[in-house]
């Protein structure tokens, strides 16, 4: 077995079961059992993003051994508290439809998620922007811009990923009605 994996592994199941000693533990707060794990959360946190950023760059960037990208394992990062976020959006919305969760979650709890899925948007585009950036001057000289043959390479052979990846998430998510509702944050026809 590869260590790096192990190490991987070990740092995720020993979150995962610190964050239920946790949940546990919100029980046992009245109690004052709880305030010894509470202080570990930004510890894991930190092992957590650090630990999913050299795997996404061991899996996913040793795919291709002729390819480097120092801003690789922060572009997946940032998609994934994205995706996190997108999901969370879709469980409250869902949520809000049963009796006792139509009282608890309000309007500006589905505002504060919209104003930080834009700001994961806006994450997501700069972290882009700098990996274009780095692949662009890896295959420029210093006389010559890039030849036309390495476009592709660049990903800029098809506009419509900035605009769905960017522009268009923004400017949906600009709206402070939208962002108000989940129904609105989630479909694009209102």
């Given amino acids: 077995m590869d260590l790096p994996l192990i190490?991987?592994?070990?740092?995720w199941a020993s979150w995962r079961i610190h964050s239920a000693n946790v949940e546990t533990?919100?029980?046992?707060q009245s109690r004052g059992d709880g305030s010894r794990f509470q202080g570990l959360c930004g510890i894991?946190?930190?092992?957590?993003?650090?630990?999913?950023?050299?795997?996404?760059?061991?899996?996913?960037?040793?795919?291709?051994?002729?390819?480097?990208?120092?801003?690789?394992?922060?572009?997946?990062?940032?998609g994934e508290g994205l995706s996190a976020l997108c999901f969370s959006i879709i469980i409250l919305t869902w949520l809000t439809g049963y009796s006792p969760y139509k009282?608890?979650?309000?309007?500006?709890?589905f505002h504060d998620l919209g104003k930080l899925t834009l700001a994961?948007?806006?994450?997501f585009a700069y972290f882009s922007f700098?990996?274009?950036?780095?692949?662009?001057s890896g295959t420029c000289r210093r006389d010559r811009l890039v030849p036309a043959s390495h476009t592709r390479r660049l990903g800029i052979h098809h506009p419509g990923i900035i605009v769905l990846h960017f522009a268009f998430p923004f400017a949906l998510l600009l709206?402070?009605?939208?962002?108000?509702?989940?129904?609105?944050?989630?479909?694009?026809?209102?």
């Fill in 103 to 109: 009282y608890i979650i309000k309007p500006t709890q």
């Fill in 25 to 28: 533990a919100g029980c046992a």
């Fill in 120 to 123: 994961f948007v806006m994450l």
């Fill in 44 to 78: 894991g946190l930190i092992l957590y993003a650090l630990s999913i950023s050299f795997a996404s760059v061991d899996w996913v960037m040793s795919l291709d051994p002729h390819w480097g990208s120092t801003i690789y394992g922060l572009i997946f990062l940032a």
């Fill in 130 to 136: 700098s990996q274009w950036l780095i692949i662009w």
């Fill in 175 to 190: 709206s402070r009605e939208r962002k108000r509702s989940g129904i609105r944050l989630i479909a694009w026809r209102y």
């Fill in 7 to 11: 190490l991987y592994f070990v740092i």
